[in-house]
């Protein structure tokens, strides 16, 4: 089982790049990461950006640990992207994800991945409306496909989650956008799958299961969240907590299907006012349950 770690729990806590380097490979002991843009902006101005973004990424490679992608965090995720209601919007959402790429290849990074994006709420319910705006993303996202080929990135990855008003949530959505994708792009694009997103029971019901995900689209899955969930929320808890899923049930996952080259990145998201000393004994004692299975 390859584990990984994006680095969400960092977030507004270890920010120096050196230091953030070393807890990973020292007291976590983790050799694959996953770069949020949590932790740099794609906004920022690029010279700024550029630079912390290469600090980053030399700080990783000093310590011997592997940035396997940069991913959308938690800032980027507030926004609709190229499913917004109005073109305007729709272009910002291109050009985030265009600045984002231009980040990652300074920082020699090969694969950038967000999710796709999210419909106004009057949008979501007219299927009308979603067709038309679907169809205009794909062309948005085949011109980033362009950009990523030219500045040297090898893949993208789009994230599903779980709200009907997003695309894709469903497996067969994620099916669809694979399909319609595959062909047109000048790199390959393909899934992060979130096991609390697919495990959403509430949207998914009887096919909350990545047993499901698999079945429909594990073909397309290039990469994996792990968080313990409860099925009914979103949780990003660590396996600390007690959940639907055990570092057991992950080991057992990942014999079954046969995989290779796919990572389980952890992805936890802790409370701003969680004291830093707690995340980091958590993580510790999360890391170390995981590598146990």
Known sequence: MKLGLNLSFAVKRWLEPTR???????????????????????????????????????????????????FGGLASYSYNHILAPTPELRDLGRQHLSRAIDMTAAMDVPVAGMPFGSFSADDAVNPARREEIYK??????????RHAKARGLKMLMVEPVPLS??????????????????????????????????MFRPLF???ATMEHWMAVCGDYIAAYHIQQTDGLYDRHWNFTHDGLVSPADLSAFWSRHKLTDQTFFLEVVYAFEEPDATVLSDMKASMALLRSA
């Open 165 to 198: 008003t997003e695309f894709p949530s469903t497996a067969a959505d994620a099916l669809r956008l694979m399909r319609d994708l595959e062909g047109a792009t000048d790199v390959p694009v393909r899934l992060n799958v979130d096991w609390g997103h697919a």
């Open 136 to 145: 205009n993303a794909l062309e948005i996202y085949v011109g980033l496909s």
């Open 20 to 70: 953030l380097a070393a807890l990973v490979a020292n007291d976590l002991d983790t050799r694959h990461v996953q770069f949020t843009w949590d932790l740099v902006d794609p906004w920022w101005p690029e010279a700024q950006r550029d630079g912390l973004a290469r600090a980053y990424a030399q700080a990783f490679k000093d310590a011997g640990v592997t940035v396997e992608s940069s």
């Open 205 to 207: 019901g009887d096919d």
